[in-house]
Every structure is written in structure tokens, then in C-alpha cells.
């Protein structure tokens, strides 16, 4: 199976990315995890899995995403042997989980990304003692700008960031990849938010166990 090369971070934002509809299984996925999916499924050779994405800035309006993915689902199911959805809930307040299961395919379980990059279970044990901290991951700080800079209007208002962030104390980056580029970027923005850095690897996470399950699927 042969995929064009994956689109820009701003195609990725807005458009997302269709599927081929060759393989046995879609993982049908934010757009926000493109890159980390397929680096785990093409580091894996796992030519029998197949990815479609929705546009990332779902993240920013979760009232779409279970309109989105049922559309989705809908679209593709005919084409694949199993659909997986690689979200965790989002902000959806429990209605992508009930539509999953309306629908009959299985989600990663998690409150959202941060958790499962790091691990859902360590991640909900430490939530109690970093209610101040916000989350980067390697997609958010190359996108920074498009998903919390413009869309809480601080580029036209910057005054605004401490009635955004004041009960903020760190920016944590989650990152997926050892990449200077990007931890510079991530501690830029941590400034820009006028909050304390914390670097913190995770690497795939749970998602990368989640997809290396489908490693025999039929």
C-alpha cells in the first residue's frame, strides 16, 4: 500500500486527511495524531492498516466531533474489516464513548491525548496535583499559534493572556519526539503565556500499545 506524502500541519488543522481504502482496518483519528499513528504503523510494517483523519481544530469545537466521526464511520464502514477510534473522549462529556459504542467500534479510553500519550493511569492519579499545568503536545506547539494564540484572540488582544492563563503555573510539553526545534518552540510559547517550562518525554504512549494490538488483526 502506497500513501501520498502526509499533508502540511495546516492541512492537517483544517481538512484532515482521507483515507486510502486499502487495508483490513481504519484507524480513524484526529488530525492532531496523524504523524505519531503512521510513524507507529509504518515503523511496524502494518500495510494492513489504513488512516483517516478529521480535522485537528475539532479539538477546539468538540461539540462536532460526534457528528464528525458518526459521519465517518458511516462513510467507511463498507471498505474496512474493523474501525478504531484513536480519540479519547475530548471534551466530548462521555458522547463519543456512547456513540463508539452505538456504532460498534472500539476508542482508546482516556479523558484526552495528554492522558494517553503519558499514560492514562498515571496521568489521572497526578490530575489532582497539576490542575495548573497546560498541555503541549509535539502537534499543538508546531500549531500554537492556529489552536490558543488566534483563537482566544491574543494576537489582537494580548492584554488578555493573564485572564486566559493567570490561574496557570507551568506549560508541560509532551513530547512525542527529541527534537530541540520543538522544545524551543514549546518553552517560546511557554513565555509567551508567561508560564513556568516543564519538558516532559513520552514518546507514543498508549496509543502506540493500542495500535501494535491490531498487530494480528484479520
Not at 58 to 79: D, F, K, M
Not at 117 to 131: K, L, N, Q, S
Request: charged share 25%; hydrophobic share 40%; glycine share 8%.
Amino acid at each position: 500500500m502506497t500513501r501520498p506524502s502526509l499533508p502540511d500541519d495546516d492541512t492537517l488543522t483544517h481538512n484532515g486527511l482521507d483515507a486510502s481504502r486499502v487495508g483490513r482496518v481504519l484507524v480513524l483519528a484526529c488530525g492532531a495524531l496523524a504523524r505519531e499513528i503512521l510513524a507507529v504503523t509504518k515503523g511496524n510494517g502494518f500495510q494492513h492498516i489504513d488512516l483517516h483523519c478529521l480535522p485537528a481544530i475539532l479539538h477546539n469545537h468538540p461539540e462536532r466531533i460526534v457528528p464528525a466521526v458518526t459521519e465517518a464511520v458511516a462513510a467507511y464502514r463498507e471498505s474496512y474489516e474493523t474501525i478504531f477510534l484513536a480519540y479519547a473522549d475530548c471534551g466530548t462529556g462521555g458522547q463519543l464513548q456512547k456513540a463508539a459504542r452505538d456504532l460498534g467500534v472500539t476508542m482508546l479510553l482516556g479523558p484526552h491525548c495528554y492522558a494517553f500519550f503519558e499514560g492514562t493511569d498515571g496521568f489521572v492519579e497526578r490530575a489532582a496535583d497539576e490542575f495548573t499545568a497546560f498541555y503541549l503536545t509535539d502537534f499543538l506547539v508546531r500549531q500554537f499559534d492556529a489552536f490558543v494564540w488566534q483563537p482566544l484572540g491574543l494576537d489582537r488582544h494580548p492584554e488578555l493572556r493573564d485572564t486566559y492563563f493567570g490561574h496557570y503555573e507551568k506549560l508541560v510539553y509532551q513530547a512525542q519526539t527529541d527534537d530541540p526545534a520543538l522544545t524551543a518552540l514549546a518553552i517560546e510559547a511557554a513565555a509567551r503565556l508567561g508560564l513556568e517550562f516543564e519538558y516532559r518525554f513520552t514518546g507514543y504512549g498508549d496509543l502506540k500499545v493500542a495500535l501494535e494490538d491490531f498487530r494480528d488483526a484479520p
